[in-house]
């Protein structure tokens, strides 16, 4: 039912497959439905579904390494290493991002100037709160994943696999 509405939907296939890895890791039963709903009337921008790629991806990375996880908190990590763990995978990657977004933006402004009417092609507000809207954005779906990391028991994740 949930792939005929999501076919019926004209969804990019980025989309599709972003939520394919989000109902293969999250296992919550509510969630096709929800997403059933809002995608049949709605397209979602590309800008959003980048948005929804960090969150799947920490996910991802998070259920992957459940085992390791529970063999650390079985040998004495604390709930800090395992939030650390988590956050280095994806923190050096953001930190590239930003700076090649920053690099591209600086460039595309040089072209756009022309363009641009009533702002400045540097604005100051502009590059200011996007890298650090992007950096919250994709920072908090990494502090959810590895606070499900760090709340694991180390019986139920060694026995989870």
Do not use: C
């Amino acid at each position: 039912m949930f792939r005929h509405a999501l076919a019926d939907a004209a969804v990019p296939a980025s989309m599709a497959a972003i939520l394919a890895v989000i109902l293969a890791v999250s296992g919550i039963e509510v969630l096709p439905r929800l997403l059933q709903n809002q995608l049949a009337d709605v397209r979602l921008p590309e800008s959003a579904m980048d948005w929804m790629t960090m969150p799947v991806l920490a996910a991802y990375v998070v259920a992957q390494r459940r085992r390791e996880f529970g063999i650390r908190l079985a040998l004495g990590a604390t709930r800090a290493q395992i939030y650390a763990a988590v956050l280095r995978f994806g923190i050096p990657p953001l930190l590239a991002g930003i700076a090649a977004g920053g690099a591209g933006a600086v460039l595309a402004a040089r072209l756009l100037r022309s363009l641009l009417f009533e702002v400045t092609p540097y604005d100051p507000v502009t590059f200011a709160s996007v890298p650090v809207a992007f950096f919250a954005a994709t920072t908090l779906p990494m502090l959810m994943a590895a606070h499900r990391a760090a709340s694991l028991t180390p019986v139920v994740a060694l026995k989870h696999e």
